[in-house]
């Protein structure tokens, strides 16, 4: 059975750091594509950062040189590093993982930046 389980997530002021962990089971974890999405009430989930099985990443651009995906195969764990955080960056963070035409979703963490 296929299992992404998010971590990392919480309260934090403006301007400060956290950093969401994703740890994947039941799957070839260095085979998948692997996302960070966002959600927040009334609207669609988006894309924040991905990283390929080769390691090339790409990002949104309101997160651009703020946040810094990763991750560990030997861990099967994806990481999200996020750095000076503004309330616009709370949301509801998930995991994906996709394969060919599997995708993947972990259950979510709640990011809330507030003072």
């Known amino acids: 059975q296929v299992q992404l389980v998010e971590s990392g997530g919480g309260l934090v002021q403006p301007g400060g750091s956290l950093r969401l962990s994703c740890v994947g089971s039941?799957?070839?974890?260095?085979?998948?594509?692997m996302g960070w999405y966002r959600q927040t009430p009334g609207n669609q989930r988006e894309l924040v950062a991905r990283?390929?099985?080769?390691?090339?990443?790409n990002y949104v651009d309101a997160v651009k040189d703020r946040f810094t995906i990763s991750r560990d195969n030997a861990k099967n764990t994806v990481y999200l590093q996020m750095n000076s955080l503004v309330p616009e960056d709370t949301a509801v963070y998930y995991c994906?993982?996709?394969?060919?035409?599997?995708?993947?979703w972990g259950q979510g963490t709640q990011v809330t930046v507030s003072s």
């Open positions: 994906k993982a996709a394969f060919s035409v599997l995708n993947y």
């Open positions: 039941g799957v070839r974890f260095s085979i998948f594509d």
């Open positions: 990283i390929t099985s080769g390691g090339n990443t």
